[in-house]
């Protein structure tokens, strides 16, 4: 193993989360956001920022001197939505983006971003629209309330709160912010809620709720709380001057969300616990149960249907809105009736907001994006996708386009070398690896949920094809002529870890032939002349060389400890072998098949990139993005990019300009 010389970190700037690295004239590179003609990398990370919180975007780095421009930000799928009191903006809730999107309500835009604790769970406005409160819960660590200005001039203050805060409600005069629970602390025994004077923005006291305080809702006059208690399944009331609970409901659930009619007068509970999911309704002033409304599947008692719902109640009572996570329905329940419209809101729907002029907002996070149902219009959906999740990038062959994968939001954003999302296109399921025809005009994305390939018509930025290879494609790659595909998968109906390599073809996705692999693999590479495929085996911790004609493993070489990740050098000569284990990558002679030096990183390496002219190798690893100089074979740089992951170089970088 050759040794590593002094190494300068260059820092990266710390609010960027899902990172993709862009080499450009004059040796820039760009990243991009968990997020020209000119060349460039892109590298995939998660970085937490200030404070740690997490943001998505493109930046824009150096490589010669280390300095960071911050291009774009993206946008994280939202959790929750509020909506300001003129219904001017949208307030939505990036849980694992740590951040609240501000969004124009009329044009669908996202306008603004604002960094808050960790983990946002909730946010709600104040009465006169001026201040938005953001409850944050990571319990030990970041439990806090964000008093951010509105719609988007900053945090004025940050609250430290008692309790892992999850949603919240605010006294109709705005002078009181009402605290419950998160859903992280589901066994704690507590049953506390969480009081602020938001004159003065400070904690003024407790009130002792019931088992688990999940949800609040406050009477339109501001003396009464209704306080949905998961722990004890009871929803309470209580005097909201002296905190003393006046009576109960049982539901005889863990009731999870709660609402008033506007009136006040009714008072609507979700109950979910394994999936057996209903709405009580209850008489507001006595506590008295009116009715029990079934959801769909409230029967099917299987922890994969247990779901956070969010409930709603329209103008005059006679109709409210569940969200549910798991089944990916909005529910529009009549209440007299109890008859019940599922409506379809995109994957997982979990934020719901109503405003006054009857358009329902509901954020999906499976979607990555947010749907408008007209309620005064037979319930027409508008959808508007604006988040990412950023996965893995392919760059057309030209260096003008980038495609970069939204993991599990399910779409594939479209950059230009302006370095703006010029169309996002919706392709479901769980977009991971992809790879670009060389010609540039077809991506292939493996599409894990539903065990495909998407084909991407580049020229139409449309999804073309939809092709089953199995399980769960793991890695994909064109031959160099660009008439087949290969797909390294699961085995599909394997009781056992095993994978298969699959051809198709590439014009119509038609099954050519499938191989046995063995246990489990992950990259995948071909080499120049297309003669060969380099296979990792990390159960074995070997790289497999398959003949590309036949299928034929014709060696295996064995490497360091799981290897992750493999690329041939452009003249096919070398084999370069990320294994993350010993922070090293193998080099193996692809005449020999033998490995001939290991060199040494500073970080266990993910994904490598090599330039076109072959002298220069990028890594990325959980603690940066490593330089790597292939000809002397040792690390020469540092990005201090946390969490990085995928990364693709742009094929018309020209000699030189690593």
Same mark, same amino acid.
């Given at each position: 193993m050759r040794g590593m010389a002094f190494l300068k970190v260059v820092p990266l700037c710390l609010t960027v989360t899902f990172f993709f690295l ?16 000119? /060349? ?44 300001? #009191? ?40 104040? /009465? ?6 953001? @409850?944050?819960?990571? #319990? ?10 509105? #719609? ?61 305080? !999940?949800?609040? !809702? $406050? ?60 709405? @009580? ?99 027409? $959906? ?87 290879v199995g399980a769960i494609p793991m890695d994909v790659a064109t031959s160099p002529d660009g008439s087949i595909v290969y797909v390294v998968h ?57 003949? !590309? ?5 014709? @060696? ?13 050098? /452009? ?22 098949? @033998? ?8 970080? !266990? ?45 742009? #094929? ?7």
């Open positions: 862009i080499a450009m004239p004059a040796a820039v590179a760009v990243g991009y956001a968990e997020n020209n003609t000119a /060349p460039y990398a892109i590298v995939y990370s998660s970085a937490p920022g200030g404070g740690l919180t997490q943001n998505f975007g493109i930046s824009v780095i150096n490589i010669t001197s280390g300095d960071v421009e911050n291009a774009h930000k993206g946008q994280y799928p939202a959790w929750g939505v509020a909506i300001s #009191p003129d219904g001017k903006y949208l307030y939505l809730v990036n849980e694992l983006g740590s951040c609240i999107s501000v969004m124009d309500a009329r044009n669908r835009t996202v306008v603004g971003t604002v960094d808050v604790g960790m983990y946002p769970q909730d946010a709600v406005v104040s /009465p006169d629209g001026s201040r938005i409160y953001v @409850s944050s819960a990571q #319990p030990y660590y970041s439990d806090t309330i964000s008093v951010i200005y509105a #719609p988007m001039g900053g945090v004025a203050t940050t609250i430290k709160t008692s309790i892992s805060p999850g949603k919240m409600a605010i006294s109709p005069d705005g002078t009181r912010l009402y605290v419950a629970q998160s859903f992280y602390s589901t066994y704690d025994t507590s049953s506390d809620i969480m009081v602020v004077d938001t004159t003065h923005n400070t904690m003024t006291g407790v009130i002792r709720a019931g088992k688990h305080p !999940a949800s609040i !809702a $406050v009477s339109p006059d501001g003396s009464r709380l209704y306080v949905a208690c998961m722990g004890t399944g009871v929803v309470s009331s209580i005097d909201a001057e002296t905190g003393r609970t006046i009576a109960t409901a049982k539901t005889g659930r863990s009731p999870v969300d709660v609402t008033l009619s506007k009136d006040g007068s009714r008072l609507y509970a979700v109950n979910d616990y394994f999936g057996r999911s209903f709405v @009580s309704v209850i008489n507001a002033s006595d506590m008295s149960m009116i009715s029990r409304i079934d959801l769909p599947g409230h029967d099917i008692e299987d922890i994969r249907y247990s779901t956070i719902k969010r409930i709603v109640a329209a103008e005059g009572g006679s109709t409210i809105y569940v969200t549910d996570y798991a089944l990916n329905a909005v529910y529009a329940i009549n209440v007299s009736s109890g008859s019940i419209e599922a409506i379809d809101a995109g994957n997982s729907p979990s934020g719901l907001a109503l405003s006054h002029d009857g358009l329902l907002y509901v954020t999906s996070k499976g979607s990555g994006g947010l749907a408008i149902i007209n309620t005064t219009a037979g319930m027409s $959906v508008e959808k508007a996708s604006y988040a990412m999740s950023p996965a893995y990038v392919a760059i057309t062959v030209d260096g003008k386009k980038a495609y970069v994968t939204n993991g599990d939001v399910g779409t594939v954003s479209v950059l230009t070398n302006s370095r703006e999302i010029v169309s996002t296109i919706d392709a479901g399921g769980i977009m991971n690896k992809i790879a670009m025809s060389p010609d540039g005009k077809r991506a292939y994305v493996a599409e894990t949920r539903g065990g495909n390939i998407v084909l991407i018509d580049t020229a139409t930025g449309t999804v073309a094809g939809n092709w089953s699961s085995r599909k109906g394997s009781k056992d870890i095993n994978y298969d390599l699959s051809t198709l073809e590439a014009a119509t996705g038609k099954a050519l032939s499938t191989y046995e692999l063995g246990g489990a693999c992950f990259g995948l590479a071909v080499s120049p002349d297309g003669k060969k495929l380099y296979v990792c085996k990390r159960d074995s911790e070997t790289v497999l060389v398959v003949d !590309a004609s036949t299928g034929k493993v014709i @060696s295996r070489i064995k490497t360091s400890v799981s290897p992750n990740d493999v690329k041939v050098s /452009p003249d096919g000569s070398l084999v370069y072998v990320a294994c993350p284990d010993n922070k090293t990558i193998s080099v193996i002679d692809a005449r020999t098949n @033998s490995i001939i030096d290991d060199i040494g990183l500073q970080i !266990a390496p993910r994904q490598i990139a090599i330039t076109p002219d072959g002298t220069t190798a990028y890594a990325t690893g959980a603690d940066g993005v490593a330089v790597i100089d292939l000809k002397d074979r040792k690390m020469v740089r540092l990005f201090s990019i946390y969490d990085a992951r995928g990364i693709a170089i742009n #094929p018309a970088m020209r000699e030189g300009q690593a």
